[in-house]
DNA sequence: TATTATTTTGCATACGCTTGCAAATACTTT
DNA sequence: AAAGTATTTGCAAGCGTATGCAAAATAATA
């Protein structure tokens, strides 16, 4: 039941070799011939050896591990997110170490201490914000820092976003378009970047067109509060007859409350746009219009820019902004014809 | 720019003292004195000195790190494990390293290899089997194995999951209850534990009611297969009027076959029940009877007993089962009579 | 075959840290 | 104040690996 740990350095004994040759047996880049390989292979099947990846890296000062903060599972963008972010890393060779950033969690900027104790090779940060003494700190220790779903006013790090701004105004257009005169939005928590876009373009869009916003509720991105800005802005005196919501998950939310607790046909009486495309919006329950966020592009971005960051330090950041479609669904009307 | 690495070395001749007394300092159970904590701690600061977790663990043997294998992060059940398991790991001073055990990635032991390498203290499988072969490798390593939502006729590690035998039997309970004829299953992936046992539970109960199932159909755990399986059942001579679907997940897509394509009511016509109780089902769209998986409770006992194995190797391996409530809600009908 | 160019190999060191041990210091006790 | 006890401290070794360097082995060339 001893439980005994299998060096390089027995696997040399055993072949008859020395440790460094076992040691570039296992290094890619390292030269041996071919017969020593063959001792060494052999014998470190026999003992069923593998080398340590910690202590690699304390001396390549490699990790091949990528820090990945995360929040708002519950909205189903990110699980698939994670899903690509990770199996995509996998295949290069890195593997990923999830840390919460979660309401029970301290904040942000002591889980990213906790990270680079790590010795992580890079950061992706998924829509999250970090203070920039933080960043600094990662700067300084030459990680790299790449925002996902989140952009931020700050040059040193790079971020991969949708193009949010453009993706408000093919909103406004179609609800213009569909012939709706009250139109109203639901805002997700004022302090993402996101949102602010989604907003910024919806609103300018509808300005252009000489409109404005009907009414305008804050559903923070959580099911809870968009229930509540459902429920008071579908029970005002003139209510609106589209909804742009920040989020398919608050959209969700805000249909249930328009069509089960008010009655309200949807799209007749009120169209709804929503805005990621997570699969539920497919489903012919909430058949939801909505702007789809290009998860597998924006993951292929972010692997791409974070992978060059670490091979090369003076990659300058970048801002990348990916366009994503309008997907026409059953949840807006199209035509001017109201439904009586 | 050149990144200059901070070590104890440094903080130690900045403070007056001998790198051992730094590395005291930061060892929670090592002893110094006010003083010199004081100066080391002043210097630490000063330099933003954070002790390597790599170098430790190669010294302690212990990295703080759990591996979690996962797949089907696209059923919602998983998602929300995920963070819990992290989160509860995150306060116990561990982090998770993720690996995706998904289509694209090649098999479990790879996978698991691959986890060894990090020198992990243990490992969480959450909803995926492993090879003997390969559980005798992580015995012999003395990595603690835990099987969450999944049991293994293997004695050789714990496995979590919730009592799925009586979960079934409650759902049979209930339809039998509200007066259903014509009792149908879609199954999930039949080499999953949590299949089989729900599925034994939910059969034999009908038969101590002296029913059997009138119709069964496979769907894998996939939404698509699952709404293959239900047009097949519900397009056939004499449908059913009462369906036990195997996972929520697959219960909305079968739900949208019955509504939306074939027209059906529910609960009137048919009565759906799921299993899991994933936020979706409680939304009015769907609103789902369903057996409730304590994700809290279930992950609560695999935290406390994966860091048991840790602390005390020759803990023995345990089987667990929580029992998880029947949650009613509208998708079924309660009473015998039929709307006609 | 002798000479040079090339590849392979082992030695020794370093990566950043923890920890047993013995010396040094601080605190008690009579 | 001296002896004894408890606590703190520095030294040095080692965790498992990669890698520069020089020596040894091999291949290529004349």
Not at 116 to 130: F, K, N, P, R
Not at 165 to 194: D, N, P
Not at 274 to 296: C, H, I
Request: charged residues 25%.
């Amino acid at each position: 039941m001893v439980t005994k740990k299998i060096t390089s350095l027995e696997v040399a004994k055993l072949a008859g070799v020395s440790q460094s040759a076992v040691s570039r047996v296992f290094t890619p880049g390292a030269s041996a011939s071919k017969k020593t390989e063959e001792k060494v292979r052999k014998a470190a099947t026999e003992l069923d050896y593998r080398p340590n990846v910690l202590a690699r890296s304390l001396i390549t000062g490699r990790s091949r591990i990528i820090g990945l903060v995360v929040a708002h599972l519950d909205n189903y963008f990110y699980p698939e997110a994670l899903e690509l972010i990770s199996n995509s890393l996998q295949k290069k060779g890195y593997h990923v170490l999830v840390f919460m950033a979660s309401k029970t969690a301290g904040s942000i900027d002591d889980v990213v201490d906790e990270i680079l104790d790590y010795q992580v090779d890079g950061i992706i940060l998924a829509s999250v914000a970090i203070s920039s003494n933080l960043a600094s700190r990662c700067n300084a220790r030459g990680v790299p820092v790449i925002l996902f779903n989140r952009s931020q006013d700050d040059d040193r790090f790079s971020a991969i976003t949708s193009d949010n701004i453009l993706g408000g105004q093919k909103v406004a257009r179609l609800l213009i378009a569909g012939g709706h005169k009250r139109i109203a939005y639901i805002a997700g928590w004022e302090g993402a970047s996101t949102q602010r876009d989604r907003e910024a373009g919806f609103v300018e869009e509808l300005k252009q067109h000489g409109m404005s916003l009907h009414a305008r509720e804050v559903g923070n991105f959580i099911q809870d509060e968009a229930r509540q800005a459902a429920r008071k802005m579908f029970t005002a005196n003139e209510i609106p007859d589209a909804v742009f919501v920040a989020s398919d998950d608050m959209s969700f939310a805000v249909m249930d409350v328009i069509r089960f607790e008010l009655g309200l046909k949807i799209p007749e009486q009120v169209s709804v746009v929503g805005y990621d495309d997570v699969p539920v919006s497919s489903w012919p329950a909430y058949d939801l219009t909505t702007v789809r966020q290009p998860a597998n592009r924006m993951v292929a971005e972010t692997i791409s820019m974070i992978l060059e960051c670490i091979e090369n330090k003076k990659t300058k950041p970048r801002q990348i902004k990916i366009d994503g479609p309008l997907i026409m669904r059953g949840s807006t009307r199209i035509s001017t014809k109201l439904s009586k």
